[in-house]
């Protein structure tokens, strides 16, 4: 069944071919893009049944930073053959939405041989194809959005100059064997029924839901899905009906697909289904930040615009909360590089110096109220009256013989006594 899924996911993807010259390729090219794959991958290509110009797919993973190369084996079926790490990506999870919302793109992308741009500022570079048939319909924007080297990047998957040149000599190769145009494939992270219960409660989910039957189909098939858009919707291996066509933003016309292929779906789907469902306990990792729709991309695409004028703004652009607030994730400032910045710049260290000085004024006042409650203070303590130590008065003359009398008289006394008795 497999082998005739294969064949079956073959002739969809023949539908699909649309040509291109060669010159943009070949012509007036630096070295670097015709260097030759390492001897290693040519092994391993050669041990996986694949030849050195058989076609190629490419698909992104965001959220674990990888590129991965496929390429199509002698059976017609496609197997991984490089992996890359993404040097620099800018922006979070989820699709690009507008110029300048340094999102890097999700989706299902189309580069044909007028897309590889071998002199690139970038190394080496090509466009992925965005926006797309789905992406114009859903009101997107956005341009010039590669693959390419130098490791620098504002939305585009940026890798090392070495990367980009073997992943660059993949599609040169497959071009070069007569292949018309290669998928990409940009996805927010592996949809596997534990990564989609993480984000069942993003804002993206449905986005992401509508990709995985893409990505599904591929993990059965292992041949690139056919793609196409109606209702504003990816629609994938679907084959329309006599006299029926693919509109963009109209309805979907009436269709086929091979039996085959719904039927290794359904029960793909039916596993996936039960796994999901027991995905909601254990140890799951925390969600990744995602984007939170077109408000948030229209923030971050003005904050890029006032950059780009030169305006003195943060490093970083601003994000949105999840109650629907500004955050700003830094509070460092940009460079001043234009006159713009420099007035910018002026005006914040006036503002800064202002509100030091009313800082200080503020401190001297409270300092000086604080002294003056101080001194204050110690005159009123000082005026109140302190106790006295008691007198004791001295002993009258009476008082000082009545004891002296006393004893004159006790003494008389005695000698009476003593007389009588005789002795």
């Not at 299902?108 to 080496?124: A, E, K």
Request: proline residues 6%; hydrophobic residues 40%.
């Amino acid at each position: 069944m497999i082998a005739n899924i294969a064949r079956a996911g073959l002739l969809l993807a023949a539908l699909a071919v649309a040509g291109c010259s060669e010159s943009s390729v070949t012509d007036f090219v630096p070295q670097h893009a015709n260097r030759q794959l390492p001897a290693k991958i040519m092994a391993e290509m050669k041990a996986k049944g694949m030849n050195k110009s058989s076609p190629v797919l490419a698909r992104v993973f965001k959220e674990e930073g990888k590129l991965e190369v496929w390429k199509q084996k002698t059976n017609g079926r496609y197997d991984i053959v490089a992996s890359y790490d993404i040097c620099k990506m800018s922006g979070k999870l989820g699709p690009k939405f507008t110029e300048g919302d340094r999102q890097s793109p999700e989706g299902f992308y189309t580069v044909r041989p007028g897309q590889m741009n071998p002199n690139s500022s970038y190394h080496l570079a090509f466009n992925i194809g965005y926006p797309n048939a789905f992406d114009r319909a859903n009101g997107r924007t956005g341009s010039n959005l590669m693959v390419h080297g130098a490791c620098s990047s504002s939305g585009c998957f940026s890798m090392t100059d070495a990367q980009i040149e073997e992943i660059y000599a993949f599609a040169r190769d497959a071009f070069k064997g007569g292949q018309t145009e290669f998928q990409v494939q940009s996805y927010p992270f592996r949809m596997t029924a534990a990564n989609m219960a993480r984000y069942r409660n993003d804002p993206n989910y449905q986005f992401w839901a509508m990709l995985k039957e893409g990505y599904d189909h591929f993990e059965i098939t292992k041949v690139p899905p056919k793609v196409d858009v109606c209702e504003k919707r990816y629609v994938f291996n679907q084959v329309p009906e006599a006299g029926g066509t693919f509109n963009p933003t109209g309805a979907c016309p009436a269709v086929t697909q091979p039996q085959a292929l719904q039927t290794a779906y359904q029960a793909y789907k039916s596993k996936y289904d039960a796994a999901f469902a027991s995905a909601t306990g254990g140890d799951i990792p925390a969600p990744k930040p995602t984007i939170a729709g077109i408000k948030e991309a229209a923030i971050v695409s003005d904050w890029t615009k006032r950059r780009a004028r030169g305006e003195r703004v943060t490093l970083e652009p601003p994000a949105m909360a999840q109650d629907g607030s500004i955050v700003q994730t830094t509070a460092r400032m940009g460079r001043i590089d234009s006159a713009e910045g420099r007035r910018m710049a002026a005006l914040d260290a006036a503002a800064e110096a202002k509100k030091k000085a009313a800082e200080e004024k503020a401190q001297a006042i409270a300092a000086a109220k604080a002294a003056k409650l101080a001194a204050q203070q110690q005159v009123e303590i000082a005026a109140v009256p302190q106790p006295q130590p008691a007198v004791t008065e001295a002993p009258t003359q009476a008082a000082q013989a009545a004891p002296a009398e006393e004893a004159g008289a006790a003494t008389k006394l005695k000698k009476k006594l003593l007389n009588l008795f005789g002795s």
